[in-house]
């Protein structure tokens, strides 16, 4: 039996002062590795950032994955919209912060674990119980939470924060997506990283992606050549430098 949706006992409105919107799918390795980066500025500069929601599954809810996407994709979106009925639930429960406490805990379980693995048995696992519970243990949540992976009823709130960030942006885009100094800054997609920048260096680079930011006529840079982001699930490690791949369209689409 569907569980109702409990009656939300924090205001969900959004973080006082947020300097960031930072929309994110907890499956995107590279939204991971910029979410690394924007902690790493959060330590020096005291941003403050609020997590939201923006489903790879649902955007591409009108493509034909075995036609388009190599075969492992559909199962990880899929795992994606399910930990983020979770992360809807556990907004609604315990307020906003707590997402970027759930995220951060589901990052480095999905890409920094030694054992971690990317291939297709894995990217289904993470939609799961034995996935999530031990995650949600490890932070200090409730592991009732997981009962929202199942849960379809937080789907129009998931939808509708994809949506929002879509209209930020222009709908060729994938994640994360980052609106800067909310509400009237300019929000898009990226920065894409493949190496996570030294403490030295994060705040610096993070200053030349603001200052691009706040000039109101800028749209894009943009190169689909990417190399394999430095984590373990993709077996880089943080010495070293991944293979370089196309990355056309945003993701490795085998057509378009």
């Not at 034995?130 to 997981?146: K, M, N, Q, R």
């Not at 849960?151 to 885009?173: C, H, R, Y």
Request: glycine share 8%.
């Amino acid at each position: 039996m569907r569980q109702r949706r409990p009656e939300r006992r924090v205001n969900l409105g959004e973080v006082a002062d947020a300097d960031i919107h930072f929309y994110f799918d907890p499956v995107c390795p590279f939204a991971w590795m910029t979410s690394k980066w924007v902690r790493l500025v959060q330590a020096e500069r005291d941003y403050r950032v609020d997590w939201r929601f923006i489903s790879l599954r649902l955007l591409n809810s009108h493509v034909d994955y075995e036609a388009h996407f190599p075969p492992e994709y559909e199962a990880g979106h899929t795992a994606g919209l399910r930990l983020l009925r979770v992360a809807a639930r556990t907004r609604s429960e315990l307020g906003r912060e707590a997402v970027g406490l759930l995220y951060a805990a589901l990052g480095a379980q999905i890409f920094d674990r030694e054992e971690a693995r990317n291939d297709a048995a894995e990217r289904e696992r993470r939609g799961t119980r034995a996935f999530v519970e031990p995650v949600l243990a490890g932070i200090g949540l409730p592991t009732t939470l997981a009962d929202a992976l199942d849960d379809p009823i937080w789907d129009a709130e998931i939808q509708s924060e994809t949506d929002e960030a879509l209209a930020l942006t222009g709908k060729d885009v994938g994640t994360p997506i980052l609106h800067f100094e909310p509400p009237a800054g300019v929000a898009f997609f990226g920065p894409v990283i493949s190496r996570l920048p030294s403490e030295d260096q994060a705040a610096e680079l993070w200053d030349h992606v603001i200052a691009l930011a706040r000039f109101p006529g800028f749209s894009e840079l943009k190169r689909s050549l990417r190399e394999q982001p430095q984590l373990r699930s993709f077996g880089v490690r943080e010495d070293a430098v991944g293979v370089q791949e196309d990355w056309h369209g945003g993701s490795r689409r085998q057509k378009k």
